[in-house]
């Protein structure tokens, strides 16, 4: 059976670090384009960063750009999304995805559960 599962929330400051990990069973996710969304309370679902399986290029939405990393790690068949210079709008239920596709598609295949990030003094 194919699963995704992240983890790595949790409640942090503002201006602090957490690292979200997605990690697969069933499949090997370098070769699956992976995506990170996030959905804040009362908000739609919202693109946070993506790596392609064809040449692991990125992309960032806006508001994450300079503060988010997005990496593999094939030998753990793991994703890793490095977040830092974390804000309270940052706040939010963060999902990895996994898709075929070489590129960042407009929609996945398969999604995690999602894991919490709360960003509070």
């Known amino acids: 059976q194919l699963q995704l599962v992240e983890s790595g929330g949790g409640l942090v400051q503002p201006g602090g670090s957490l690292r979200l990990s997605c990690a697969a069973s069933g499949f090997t996710l370098n070769y699956y384009t992976i995506g990170w969304f996030r959905q804040a309370p009362g908000k739609g679902r919202e693109g946070v960063s993506c790596?392609?399986?064809?040449?692991?290029?990125?992309w960032y939405a806006d508001p994450v750009k300079g503060r988010f990393t997005l990496s593999r790690d094939n030998a753990k068949n793991t994703v890793y999304l490095q977040m830092n210079s974390l804000k309270p709008e940052d706040t939010a239920v963060y999902y990895c995805a996994a898709d075929y596709s070489p590129v960042c598609p407009y929609d996945y295949d398969y999604w995690g559960q999602g894991t919490q990030v709360t960003v509070s003094s």
């Open positions: 790596i392609s399986s064809s040449n692991d290029s990125t």
